[in-house]
Structures are given as C-alpha cells and as structure tokens.
C-alpha cells in the first residue's frame, strides 16, 4: 500500500538531546535554520506531531515566509500544510495555538481517545484508528484519504523513534546545536528500543548559521512482509537499473539489486548487461556477490523490478530457483510477470513454496512497467 514520504525533522545537541529541563523552551536551532525547517515545511503536504509536543511547546506550526505561502497558492496548493496531530488518550488543551493557527488539522487518536477528544475548531478532523494507535494504518490515511506525499514530522522524540524503528521513515533531517545539555533527565531525540540493523546514509552535511545539517536515510530492508521505507528505497533502484537494459523485443527490461540485512548492497544488475542477450536482471546480479559475501544472501534481501521468472528456456535453472538456491529468503518486487512471454508464470509462488517472503509494491509497478511499455502497451 502506498505511504508518504516520511521525513524527521529535530534540532539536537551535541550530546542528543531536543531540550533541557528548565522552564523555557531551549532554542537548540540558529536564525538560518529556523528559515531552513520554514523551507521545508513550505514544500511539504502535510506537518505532523505528537500529543507531548504540543503540551510541551504550543507550537503553531506555521509556514512564516509570505513568499512561500503565495508560492503554494500559486501553485494550486493550500497555503499552509496540513496539521495532524497525534494522541492515543485524546487528552488535549483545546485553546493550544496548534488548533487556532493555519489551515486544515487532523487528530488521529484511539477509538477511546476520540471519546475523550475535547471539542476542536471546526477545521479539525478526528480519525479514530481503532482500540490502539498503527503508524502504517495512520500513514496509509493521510496518502490514501488526505492526498498527502510528503509529511514532516516536528516531534517529539517517542514519534521519532517509533517511525525509525519500524522503518516507516524515509529521511532523517538532523540540525546539529554547538552546545551540550549534559542533563540525563532531559528529553532526547530517540528513546530506547530496537532499531533496525545497519547504518544509515549520509546524503548531505551542510552549515546551516552556526548548527550544522545532517541529512540521512535509512538502508536496512524490512523483515517479513512489512516493507519499510529502505525497501521503496532499493526497489525504485531497481526501476532505474532496467530503464539501463538495451531494448528488446522479446524480453523484459528488469532491474535487480541484492542487500544485506544491514543495508550493505551486495550487488545490482540487469537484464542483457555486458552485451549478454539472455541474461536476466537477478542472475546478474547475483552472479556478482563476492565469495566473502556469500554467507550474508541468507539474511538479504532480493529486489527485482519484475517478479523472479519461474520458467525460462534460455537457461537451465529460472531466477527464482537461482534466488533459493542461493539462500535468498525475501524478496521484493514491484510487478507481476504477464503473460506476454511465459503463460500462466508464477515466479512468486515458487518463492514462497520454499519458504521465501515476497513482497509486492504497487506503487512502483509504474516505474517497472514504463521502460517496457512497449511489450505490454
């Protein structure tokens, strides 16, 4: 099911933490940053926090430059992002500025939160999400229902952690503060818990006044058949490896990337590479695993932009028996084989008869489809 991009945003200490424990807010982001995050959320659908933050800051959660206001009317979007906030016991101050300040809120909240939920502005929403609060029901809400592709998360540090740890966010904006806090009582950005294995991307570092921004995004795939953020990540490489296919007539162009369970990349390849007219994307790329490396395809993660084939007559074993014997156990894809070539060909249920995961993306299904477009019209 599709989601939104989801992006973390927070201004930390050099020492992790969002602020100190006095009375005031501790300013952690300069003048220049502050115009950055105005930027950011001037670019985005939708800005989302928790129920804490807005006890403990009654933020607004404004896009402040009229420039980039009028930049979204002009542009046939609302003028400010949506709001949406977060609450499982509906327990919340109806006179925050959070409710009384910009366009369009949301709150998404437990059945028995909606109960409690205080009278809000008419421009409100409340979403009951059943007896508990599910990140993935939440997101697949506000892109499905709300028509939001991009969301900005502002906190607090339990919603950021809760994202990260069960891979539904896409980025990581961290504005490093040139000062320490040194107080274990004081909030950090994440909490406690099991993170998912593996390092993230550095995709840029910047100076933004006198912090410094940190931009990342997570690599490990998912586990089982819950795609995490890392795995649209890896799947829409694989998309762009096929469009690197030299055309044919009587063959797929596929993409295939292999990652480790850390989010290492094994290897990547595609259909017809080196002027091999019958080789497929996943053998390639299989093919290209160094021996050192052979141990780690047991917990990797296999992404094709077109399921594994099942049947095939230019070679003696298919890519989803070349998949399994390699000891290959997941498998994402973003397309379904048609019948255009091999009838009635089932790629994924070869897979999953051996005990193999395969997970299916429709949203990127466009993205496989397009460089084949004339195979399939």
């Not at 105005?38 to 989302?48: F, G, K, N, P, Q």
């Not at 007219?277 to 160094?290: D, F, G, I, N, S």
């Amino acid at each position: 099911m599709p989601l939104p991009h989801v992006l973390l945003s927070a201004a930390v200490s050099l020492d992790g933490y969002l602020d100190d424990t006095g009375p005031d807010r501790l300013l952690l982001s300069s003048p220049a940053d502050f115009d950055r995050v105005d930027e950011v959320r001037a670019s985005v659908d939708a800005i989302l926090i928790g129920a804490g933050t807005i006890r403990a800051d009654n933020p607004r959660l404004l896009v402040n430059s009229p420039d980039r206001r009028a930049a979204r009317r002009s542009a046939g979007r609302p003028e400010y992002p949506l709001k949406v906030a977060v609450s499982g016991s509906g327990d919340l101050d109806p006179a925050a500025r959070f409710w009384h300040t910009g366009g369009d809120k949301v709150l998404y909240t437990t059945d028995q939160g909606a109960e409690r939920a205080p009278a809000l502005p008419t421009t409100t929403d409340v979403v009951p999400l059943g007896p508990d609060l599910d990140w993935r029901t939440l997101l697949t809400h506000l892109h499905d229902v709300r028509g939001v592709r991009r969301l900005m998360v502002e906190g607090g540090g339990t919603v950021h952690t809760q994202l990260l740890q069960q891979g539904l966010a896409d980025e990581l904006q961290l504005a490093l503060a040139p000062l320490f806090v040194g107080d274990p009582a004081a909030p950090r950005l994440f909490g406690p818990g099991h993170f998912q294995d593996g390092r993230l991307r550095l995709l840029e570092t910047r100076p933004v006044g006198d912090t410094v921004l940190m931009r990342y995004e997570p690599t490990a795939p998912g586990t089982g058949s819950l795609p995490s953020a890392a795995d649209r990540h890896w799947l829409r490489l694989a998309c762009q490896l096929a469009t690197h296919c030299p055309p044919s007539e009587t063959a797929f162009s596929v993409g295939a990337v292999v990652v480790a369970a850390d989010g290492t990349e094994l290897a990547r390849g595609h259909s017809r590479e080196h002027g091999d007219p019958v080789v497929h994307a996943e053998e390639a790329a299989l093919a290209k695993v160094a021996t050192a490396d052979a141990a780690r395809l047991s917990g990797a993660t296999v992404y094709s932009s077109l399921e594994p084939c099942a049947r095939r007559a230019s070679r003696p074993r298919p890519c989803a028996r070349l998949i399994l014997d390699a000891g290959v156990r997941r498998v994402v894809t973003a397309w379904r084989e048609p019948d255009t070539f091999v009838a009635g060909a089932d790629g994924s249920g070869v897979l999953a008869s051996e005990g193999a995961q395969v997970v299916v993306l429709p949203e990127l299904e466009e993205a496989a489809v397009a460089p084949n477009r004339h195979l399939v019209g």
